[in-house]
């Protein structure tokens, strides 16, 4: 009875698996300018009668800067601490073993996190809601916010990785997790155009603000949320100041620096270096394959590259550096069209090494890395990368990119990044990209403030691009007046300058007795460069998560409360990340109507169609036969014929676009029927080919009684290809196609069969 109360309290489905405590997550983020803050709310539920001890392994951005995390137990609310590590441990491990709860968070790798609750009571619910904060980077004309929200695995050796066992993050396939999102955009972006590659979204507009949500109330925890803001303006550059606990200030300064393009671009000298691992099966290999084609489009004869493909092991186009001459781009767009996702692991450092190695002109070499970064060990590869003298330019693609490896590894070598999730397009991905290339790269790269900081952060920065994001932090014992000027100069030594006046006001946030999150952001930045000691000592007196601290909660129960059990170990699995691996495509197609159709690729006859109304689907045959039964409920014949309907609407030129298996599966059309379908046609004496079986069951459905549910456009169509082919070769098929629509039970089709047949 108390799980039923608690359902309805909640007001939302929970994790149907009573193993799994994570119940439910909801996410609330608000952007002022560049700066972002969210809030994540975990809720844990012992379904169990003993107490539990739940371990979640999750990620957050890369760019998160946690500045608190707050604990709910029933009516109890308290207050994380930031502990030394070492301390925390035991305190944590102290408090179980006396019967009391305690809650852990800790950061294993950037952008990945262990949260641990232990001593959840029998049937007792908790509520953790992390808050954490991020500065937004403009390219272009585009900010971006990502919220990832599953960990695809991984490859490399778990404990060079230093992940103890109940970390490792686990896969379930059967398991869904899910999450609900408020996005409140305020200041100066409040009327900026809002789009998501990743989710369906809904909009509403204030004069003051704009709100967020998912479309459909709540999503599954399959792939990364994406939202870009898009707006053009002039004026990108600002300041901010806050009060320091020192009784000092601490400024940000963040500058969107635009540079004119040269009238001449020397030779480059590019390599390209494509991930052909397991993991880029799907989606992500389909991505590679477009960055490919658009990459080499990119290359002038002038230009020199040269193609790596990997996974366990490497393959080069040639031996060197080669022009991209007509001849040379021919033999790489004939590798372009046999490249798949079959080189086995993702064995990036051995990739590297022989990237950096091949020779090539007395030019800088730059390297274009596509991959969807899903490794272990990364600081090995970011330390050849940073020591090879090359420029990394990384395209992170698939649904659940290891944002953290891809944008650190071209950081620290002064390159950039840009993530390309399945719905995006890539072309303008990679122009950005050789807009940077091309671009002379910038030697030194400075900030001259009005008043001498006691501190700046970074201490060197490195190369900055056009219409990309330059953030910087600088500590002074005084207020500082006047403006900050930003001094740019490039190879071929030309300069360039902008400004921006210190006009704002003191940040609210900030009450002067406790440090503010620019302050906390800025002191986050610099860890890395600190020795352990004084990067502990730092982290604690600024309350900041890092390698060396953790977030702690202790919650002492009453001798009543106490069970006298150790609690037992629950681990929350990570969904599958959609598209990984060949589980699935995500690329959908969006019509006038807003209404999103998924299209996808019929890999082998082990697949199947697996969908949630208005959202991004996941293509997987491994079901149980409950949501096997739920799909079909889903997909009655109209829902699919309008599909087919609106699919056509957006591929119409003159002629049928709905010619294969893969754009009937792409419709909702439940496997069963497909199977019969085919099972017809693989018993005529010669099989016709597929698009003429397709072709054969859309004219039996359009002389049907649904008829009318198609648009006219597609009637128009499917009659016109009825004519381009012999009629003897798709009578038959129509005849035994309408025989079967008069067969096919409920259970094969969804309910309404009978109403609209």
């Not at 951005?61 to 590590?85: F, H, M, N, Q, Y």
């Not at 953290?404 to 890539?426: H, I, K, N, Y």
Request: charged residues 25%; negative net charge.
């Amino acid at each position: 009875m108390y799980m039923t109360e608690h359902e309805s309290r909640i007001g939302l489905r929970t994790n149907t698996n009573t193993n799994i405590p994570l119940q439910f997550v909801n996410v609330k983020t608000t952007f002022s300018n560049l700066f972002c803050k969210t809030a994540i709310t975990q809720t844990y539920l012992n379904s169990e009668p003993k107490p539990i001890e739940a371990v979640y392994t999750f990620p957050l951005s890369s760019r998160a800067v946690l500045l608190g995390l707050e604990v709910t137990i029933d009516e109890r609310k308290l207050e994380g601490l930031i502990v030394e590590k070492k301390s925390a441990e035991e305190q944590y491990e102290e408090a179980i073993s006396e019967g009391n709860s305690a809650i852990r968070l800790e950061q294993l790798q950037p952008g990945m996190y262990t949260m641990n609750v232990g001593n959840i009571l029998a049937y007792e619910e908790v509520s953790i809601s992390i808050i954490y904060a991020e500065l937004c980077t403009w390219q272009g004309d585009s900010l971006r916010y990502i919220l990832p929200t599953t960990i695809a695995p991984r490859y490399g050796n778990l404990e060079k990785a230093g992940l103890e066992a109940h970390q490792v993050p686990e896969h379930d396939i059967m398991s869904e997790n899910r999450f609900q999102l408020e996005i409140t955009i305020e200041g100066t972006l409040a009327q900026a155009e809002l789009k998501s590659p990743s989710h369906n979204i809904s909009i509403s507009k204030s004069d003051k603000e704009t709100i967020v949500l998912l479309a459909c109330g709540e999503a599954c925890m399959d792939r990364d949320f994406i939202l870009n803001i898009c707006q053009s303006q002039e004026r990108k550059n600002s300041i901010l100041i806050e009060h320091d606990s020192d009784g000092g200030y601490v400024a940000l300064a963040s500058f969107s620096p635009r540079l004119p393009a040269p009238e001449q671009v020397s030779p480059k000298s590019i390599k390209i270096v494509v991930d052909c691992s397991g993991s880029m099966n799907g989606d992500s290999i389909t991505q590679a394959r477009q960055a490919l084609s658009d990459i080499l489009k990119q290359l002038r004869p002038e230009d020199f590259f040269n193609l790596i493909t990997f996974g366990n092991t490497s393959k080069t186009l040639f031996k060197q550096q080669v022009q991209a001459n007509k001849a040379n781009l021919t033999v790489a767009r004939r590798i372009l069209r046999s490249i798949e996702a079959d080189m086995g692991g993702t064995d990036i450092q051995q990739a590297l090494e022989t990237t950096i190695q091949i020779t090539g002109p007395s030019i800088p070499q730059d390297i274009l890395l596509i991959t969807d970064g899903e490794i272990w060990e990364s600081d090995e590869i970011i330390n050849t990368a940073r020591k090879s003298g090359h420029r990394f330019f990384t395209v992170g693609v698939g649904s659940s990119v290891s944002e953290s490896f891809v944008q650190q590894l071209a950081d620290e070598t002064s390159g950039a990044c840009e993530l390309v999730p399945p719905r995006e397009q890539m072309a303008s991905k990679i122009v950005r990209h050789f807009e940077r290339i091309f671009l002379p790269q910038t030697q030194e790269v400075k900030i001259n403030w009005p008043t001498a900081p006691k501190k700046i952060i970074p201490k060197n920065i490195r190369s900055i691009y056009d219409g990309d994001t330059l953030h910087a932090f600088a500590f002074f014992d005084e207020m500082p007046k006047g403006s900050v000027t930003l001094e740019m100069t490039l190879a071929n030594g030309q300069t360039f300058s902008q400004s921006a006046a210190i006009n704002s006001p003191i940040n609210p946030v900030s009450d002067g007795l406790t440090p503010g999150p620019i302050a906390r952001m800025a002191i986050s930045r610099s860890l890395a460069e600190m020795k352990e000691n004084e990067a502990t000592r730092l982290a604690v007196q600024y309350q900041l998560m890092s390698p060396y601290t953790n977030f702690l909660v202790v919650a002492e129960r009453t001798n009543e409360e106490k069970d006298g059990e150790l609690p037992l170990l629950r681990k929350v699995p990570q969904m599958l990340a959609a598209g990984w691996s060949g589980a699935g495509s995500v690329v959908l197609e969006s019509t006038p109507e807003h209404y999103e159709i998924p299209c996808f690729s019929r890999r082998s006859r082990q697949s199947e169609l697996e969908s949630e109304p208005d959202e991004v689907v996941l293509f997987s045959r491994r079901q149980t036969p409950e949501q096997a039964h739920k799909l079909r409920q889903q997909t009655t014949p109209a829902g699919f014929i309008q599909n087919c309907s609106q699919l056509h609407t957006k591929r119409f030129r003159q002629n049928l676009e709905i010619k294969t298996f893969d754009d009937l599966l792409g419709c909702n059309l439940p496997d069963r029927v497909l199977d019969a379908i085919e099972e017809i046609s693989n018993e005529l004496d010669s099989c016709p080919s597929e698009n003429v079986i397709v072709l054969a069951f859309l004219l039996a459905l359009s002389q049907s009684a649904a008829s009318r549910i198609f648009s006219r456009k597609t009637l128009k169509a499917i009659r016109k290809a009825e004519k381009s082919l012999p009629a003897d070769k798709t009578k038959r098929l129509v005849e035994l196609f309408s025989d079967l629509l008069t067969e096919i039970s409920e259970d094969d089709w969804g309910s309404g069969f009978a109403e609209e047949f």
